[in-house]
């Protein structure tokens, strides 16, 4: 599939898109069509579902607009459909105060469910910042994710980049935490 012929962004503004991207599975089904198309079987094969799990999941992506059938193949009197991303990225609503991060919590059940003997670089650095340093550094994790996305070669095993950078809200002090 070309990639010129994909929109760089899909925009999730329906409470249907948003069902159908807030779950694990189907992220995981996402994922596999990040770099290129796949039928059902191979879907099911690499998320390790059931087809008739990844051929639902798959389903519900579709009627939301976020996979599509890019190529069709006769196979012993069968139709293949191979489905893939709709666009190059998704675009979430932002959560709003208090829900959850969509993105946040699909990221690290991905991380805990990564092999714990792989090679991981995971980091936690708590910063003060200026609003302009705070703006520039992320510029600068959005540009470095791009740069990296544009080398992307579908034949290297995946590997996934997750960010935030946020101010914290308030935290409730616990008795563990007391001096």
Known sequence: MPTEDVP?????TTGE???AVSSLTRHRIMAVLRFEPATITQIA???GLAKGSSS?????????GLV???RT???RGVTERYY????????????GEGGPDVLMRHAVADLEAAPMDGERHVRMAHLRLTGAQFA???ARLEALADEYRQLSDPSLPDASLVFALFHPGPREQSEGDSK
């Open 56 to 64: 639902y999941h798959v389903r519900l992506l579709e009627r939301a």
């Open 84 to 95: 893939a991303m709709a666009a190059r990225s998704i675009v979430l609503p932002d959560p």
């Open 68 to 70: 599509k059938v890019v």
């Open 45 to 47: 094969e690499r998320v």
């Open 73 to 75: 193949r006769k196979v």
């Open 17 to 19: 898109q948003l069902r």
């Open 136 to 138: 520039e550094l992320g």
């Open 8 to 12: 760089e962004t899909f925009h999730v």
